[in-house]
Antibody, heavy 118, light 110 residues
Framework: QVQLVESGGGVVQPGRSLRLSCAASGFSFSAYAMHWVRQAPGKGLEWVAVMSHDGRNKYYADSVKGRFAISRENSRNTLYLQMNSLRAEDTAFYYC???????????WGQGTLVTVSS | QSALTQPASVSGSPGQSITISCTGTSSDVGSYNLVSWYQQHPGRAPKLMIYEGSKRPSGVSNRFSGSKSGNTASLTISGLQAEDEADYYCCSYAGSNTWVFGGGTKLTVL
């Protein structure tokens, strides 16, 4: 069955960097676009970034553009999110999600918590 | 990339029907038939309930239905059950390879 497992979260100081990983299994990872979606504690969902199935195209929300970088290694069935210049407002659970056939998220990981605090 | 507008909370008794609205703009909800809905129980990951406005994934109860009129999408849950109590989020493709979520609606089953 489809499984997405995020890792790499933790507590980090403002201005520092962190890299999240999402290990995929149970499907042909290289055939699907993949996303990162975040959720501040007690708040709503916010789309963060998407990468095409082949890694050629990537797009970001304005709130993270220029600071975050999405990437993937299809040979390792893994999605990444490099987060630089972190701010307190980046504190959130970060979910990776698979994009279904037409612009929706059909499978989600369990999330990893990133806390930006001094 | 402004969030879609959802009511903060709705409630209903078991067996009743409720509808959650999701209002966007002509740049997102109004431009595309690409609204999806997600159910999230506390401490859990979101779960896809509706996609492309009105389609249900395999395994989702037919008590859940979706529709759209103009810039507003709606999720209707009929025959409310206790396990439906959760947060619900709408999401729309917003063009230029971006997506926008609603602020979320807390459903309480009385």
């Amino acid at each position: 069955q489809v499984q997405l497992v995020e890792s790499g979260g933790g507590v980090v100081q403002p201005g520092r960097s962190l890299r999240l990983s999402c290990a995929a299994s149970g499907f042909s990872f290289s055939a699907y676009a993949m996303h990162w979606v975040r959720q501040a504690p007690g708040k709503g969902l916010e789309w963060v970034a998407v990468m095409s199935h082949d890694g050629r195209n990537k797009y970001y929300a304005d709130s993270v553009k220029g600071r975050f970088a999405i990437s993937r290694e299809n040979s390792r069935n893994t999605l990444y999110l490099q987060m630089n210049s972190l701010r307190a407002e980046d504190t959130a659970f970060y979910y990776c999600a698979r994009e279904g056939e037409v612009q929706y998220f059909d499978y989600w990981g369990q999330g990893t918590l990133v806390t930006v605090s001094s | 990339q402004s969030a879609l507008t959802q009511p903060a909370s709705v409630s209903g008794s078991p067996g009743q029907s409720i509808t959650i609205s999701c209002t966007g703009t002509s740049s997102d909800v109004g431009s595309y038939n690409l609204v999806s809905w997600y159910q999230q129980h506390p401490g859990r990951a979101p779960k896809l309930m509706i996609y492309e406005g009105s389609k249900r994934p395999s395994g989702v109860s037919n008590r859940f239905s979706g529709s759209k009129s103009g810039n507003t999408a709606s999720l209707t849950i009929s025959g409310l059950q206790a396990e439906d109590e959760a947060d619900y989020y709408c999401c729309s493709y917003a063009g230029s390879n971006t997506w926008v979520f609603g602020g979320g609606t807390k459903l309480t089953v009385l």
